[in-house]
């Protein structure tokens, strides 16, 4: 905001000093830019494999910006969110191979499905708080993975189904066209928690985790506040359940319901740090470092895991990105709300 | 601007309200109403359910029976958030800052969401909030680094910026020294005078009875005294309730 205005009305230099250091907003701008540039042109320069990494990248970070809004900020830690991961991914089985649409068409759509589903259960789950929050959200989603597995013929019951209609496009197409819808996908997540945070929504949220009585006291309607968010993780979830299985072509139950959707993002909101953007960004890069290392170690390397996690819980529960920003606190995504320029002349006189 | 519908009648009002947890009952039947612009204060000793009483009056716990009427209007099932959107505003006694996020923005919550506002309209109620009650100059502090007498300033900043037309007080002074209790009577003197009516629960008498117009007293859930505030101190059912049956300070001393 202050920014504009200084375009519009440049200043004197001598009252331009105390807001000289707004001048570092523009750095996180530049490397926003960069890293977008080299990411949407990545398809044309880089090989097979690093654009598949990079997809899935994507859909772990969308994935963990939508379990940290949750988490981080509402407080609301699920630990069931594969139940929509699992919803997505079946949506694109019945809208693609069903009902015959584009499978590319069905990524929005497994979003909306998984907001319509999550309704009900957000009913059932906001009567609950904390660890018995977390545990029904456990529950609900090992009920629904259980409930395709073995009770419904049409879903192909445990051996899942394939979704034949992704033959159609040629595999280079396919694959640049999961890519970019990836990046879409991660895009709207990173700026859409962006977003709704700078908003009144976003203060609500945080006021929210903070003291649920306070808020309620100033007029937060915390309910409603908590449900928006729920839907939008579950919207996310949705749309990445459907985006990985046109990647993996065989949707099983076991996969697409898999507590490791679930477990990976935590680990990763966790290790990069919660309660920010820049944390489950972070986060996202150092699992895939992790995982390169610790590849063919199998079972253990579940272990390291975890065992990590458990470290950074003790000793830094800001994770990385807290450690980083101990001392020198330099934002990426400001999302805290300042006061005004306007009011800064009358600052002194209080 | 503000003309209310019905001038003349009470801008709150208490109508038998009872609350039981099980066999206890915290309030029992308690009636009473606030007149547009008064200032009422609220005594009784610790457990009488002066608590209980505000907050079946803001909206966080709901009565066993009887209703809230404000402004006429019976609000009884109004949830809290949309009370204080209405203008019924409550500070707790223990206060409730968002300890994470900066005084600005605790203050900017409540213009937003109780307040009802929206962007620079929102900004400059909780800037005249800030100011008015002296905490400006700790704006880009985070809540959770407050003194008491920070939070309880913050508490009543945030109330402000929701714009209240009732303001539910709960024990503001308590935990202060006698210099921020002086300053904070002058505070809620000014609020008074602003327009708004208050009920203000507090054990710290003398600075309650500097700025309401009328007390009530409770005692084991119930109301036992109501009048100016010379009038129920001295009267027999409240030192009765204060300092024993045969109130017999005399003896000890």
Known sequence: ????????????????????????????????????????????????????????????????????????????????????????????????????????????????????????????????????FAVATWVIAETVRLAVNANIDWLGGGRGRTVRSLGQFDRHLREDLGYYAGLALALIAVFGVFFLLRSKTGLALQAIRDTENGARAVGVETRRTKRIVYLFAAAIAGATGALIYIVQINVRPDAAFSINWAAYVIFIVVIGGIGTIEGPILGTILFFVLRDLLEGLEAWSMLIFGLIAIVMMLFAPKGIWGVMNAHRPVPLFRTARKLPARFKADEGEA | MSQEHNTDGPVLEARALTKRYGALTVNDAIGFSL???????????????????????????????????????????????????????????????????????????????????????????????????????????????????????????????????????????????????????????????????????????????????????????????????????????????????????????
């Open chain 1, 1 to 132: 905001m202050s920014e504009n205005r200084s375009e519009i009305e440049p200043r004197p230099p001598m009252t331009a000093a105390p807001y000289a250091r707004e001048a570092h907003v523009a750095l996180p701008l530049v490397l926003l830019g960069a890293v977008l540039v080299a990411l949407v042109s990545l398809p044309f320069w880089g090989d097979g494999s690093l654009q598949r990494t990079a997809l899935e990248f994507f859909y772990f970070l969308a994935l963990a910006q939508a379990w940290n809004l949750m988490a981080g900020y509402a407080g609301m830690m699920s630990i069931g969110q594969q139940a929509f991961v699992g919803i997505g991914a079946y949506s694109l089985v019945v809208f693609a191979e069903d009902l015959g649409l584009n499978p590319f068409l069905t990524i929005p759509l497994a979003a909306v499905v998984a907001m319509i589903l999550a309704l009900p259960s957000s009913w059932l789950l906001f009567r609950l708080k904390g660890a018995y």
């Open chain 2, 35 to 253: 007149t547009k612009g008064e200032a009422l204060g609220v005594l009784g000793p610790n457990g009488a359910g002066k608590t209980t009483l505000l907050k079946m009056l803001a909206g966080s716990v709901a009565p066993t029976e009887g209703k809230v009427l404000y402004q006429g209007r019976d609000i009884t099932a109004l949830p809290e958030p949309h009370r204080c959107r209405t203008g019924i505003v409550r500070t707790s006694q223990v206060p409730q800052p968002f300890e994470q996020i900066s005084v600005w923005e605790n203050v900017l919550t409540a213009a937003s969401h109780g307040g009802g506002l929206h962007g620079h309209v929102a900004e400059d109620a909780a800037y005249t909030a800030l100011k008015r009650t002296g905490l400006l100059d700790r704006h880009a502090k985070s809540a959770g680094s407050l003194s008491l007498m920070g939070r309880k300033r913050l508490e009543l900043s945030r109330a402000l910026a929701c714009d209240p037309k009732v303001l539910l007080l709960d024990e503001i002074a308590g935990g202060l020294s006698d210099f921020e209790v002086h300053d904070l009577v002058a505070l809620i003197k000014e609020i008074h005078a602003s327009g708004v009516s208050i009920i203000w629960i507090e054990h710290v008498v003398h600075a309650l009875v500097a700025v309401v117009d009328r007390l009530i007293a409770l005692d084991f859930g119930e109301l036992i005294a109501e009048g100016a505030p010379k009038e129920v101190m001295e009267g027999e059912a409240f030192k009765r309730a204060y300092f024993g049956e045969d109130h017999g300070l005399g003896e000890v001393m």
